[in-house]
């Protein structure tokens, strides 16, 4: 069977929810394109004949015989994915997915991106409400090296067709919840409620996705390697056929989505590397404080050793750091320049946390507890998270959008 026979249905995948580079499918590499276009569906017999039409349309001006289009359908009661599979003799680009185990938005955009062949991955809703033509803009601005982009209701150009003032409140108010609950993500896009966006499939290549429910653009720059983002306005359209799928449970679905991601994104596992090497640091500063200032070695000034012994340990930290805490992030911003620049601000943020650290040293030991090591202890605590959360911010920038 060649890869690209039409009317056959698409293998399920299974396991883990991971996109890898090209699949080979039965031992053949299949033939190269550039562009792969999931449309999931549930219940859209009435829409998926025109969305076809439309798309094949356009994209065969745009890039001809170098895209597919993936219908990935739930095993939809309306039998959508019969439909769509009678269509694929007519577009040989037409690939069809019929999922009856596994089901959910989500998944299903996921499922047929790790089936696909396009170096560009994207999705767009089956019913007609994303606008088709948009994605002519949205596939200029990858060719302009952008990792990701994304079709947006609340940039010039967006906006929605006639929705209730409910419906606009629910939009809004997810998004200003992902805003308080994930900053550094949904902060990145002006609709991160959109489910309509191309992203490069080296963004993806070897991630694991988790996503639940309908939210999977937070899911990609969330996990995505996605430096680059940009965005194209569009006016998401009244629907023609068929009737939303959304309901309570995706608002849900949304709300632990954005904790699953908080408690895993959280910087959890970074904040402990972080604590790790500040200890080694700890260690550092005595050794070397002892080396210059006991009497029984160099028996040097206190304040003079304690300098050294400071910066020593500054530097021992910013190495372990940028090679291992952050190392994921340095990796991007590579070079001695970089790298020189990076110790100059770790530097001083820590030397101000050095300041904090007495500054709270006195106030506690003076005004709260009287006892010096527990007031050194909660000293070095604040210290420690100030040092971690100003680096974050600052020293190692996790993402830069342009
Ligand atoms: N395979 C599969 N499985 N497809 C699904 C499922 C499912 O469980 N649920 C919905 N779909 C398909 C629909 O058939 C449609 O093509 C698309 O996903 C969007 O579903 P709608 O039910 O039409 O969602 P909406 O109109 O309320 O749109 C909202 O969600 C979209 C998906 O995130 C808006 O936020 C859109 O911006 C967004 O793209
Ligand atoms: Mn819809």
Known sequence: MSVDSPNLLLPVPSGPLRVTEIPLINGIAPSPISFSLVIPTYNE??????????????????????????????????????????????????????????????????????MSRGEVLGVIDGDLQHPPHVLLQLLKAIEQDADLAVASRHVEGGGVSSWSAIRRFLSRGAQLMGL????GVVGRVSDPMSGYFLVRRRSLVGRTLHPQGYKILIEVLARGAVSQVAEVGYVFQERQAGES??????????IKHLLNLRLSLGHTQRFIQFGLVGLSGVFVDMTVLYLLSDPTTLHLPLTRSKIVSAELAIINNFLWNDRWTFGDVAAKQQGWRQRWKRFLKFNMICLAGLVLNVLVLNLIFNFVIHNRY?????????????????????????????
């Open 45 to 114: 017999s009435a829409n998926i004949q025109r969305i076809i039409q439309i798309l094949s349309q356009l994209l065969d001006e745009f890039i001809p015989g170098k895209y597919e289009l993936l219908v990935i359908d739930d095993d939809s009661p309306d039998r959508t994915w019969a439909i769509a599979q009678s269509l694929t003799a007519e577009y040989p680009q037409l690939r069809v997915m019929r999922r009856q185990q596994e089901r959910g938005l989500s998944s299903a955009v996921i499922r047929g991106w790790q």
């Open 374 to 402: 527990i007031a050194d202890l909660i000293a070095i605590a604040v210290a420690t998270i100030w040092n971690f959360w100003v680096n974050l911010k600052l020293s190692w920038r996790v993402t830069q959008v342009k």
């Open 180 to 183: 308080i609950i994930l900053p």
């Open 245 to 254: 799928k959304v309901t309570w449970k995706q608002y849900v679905d949304y």
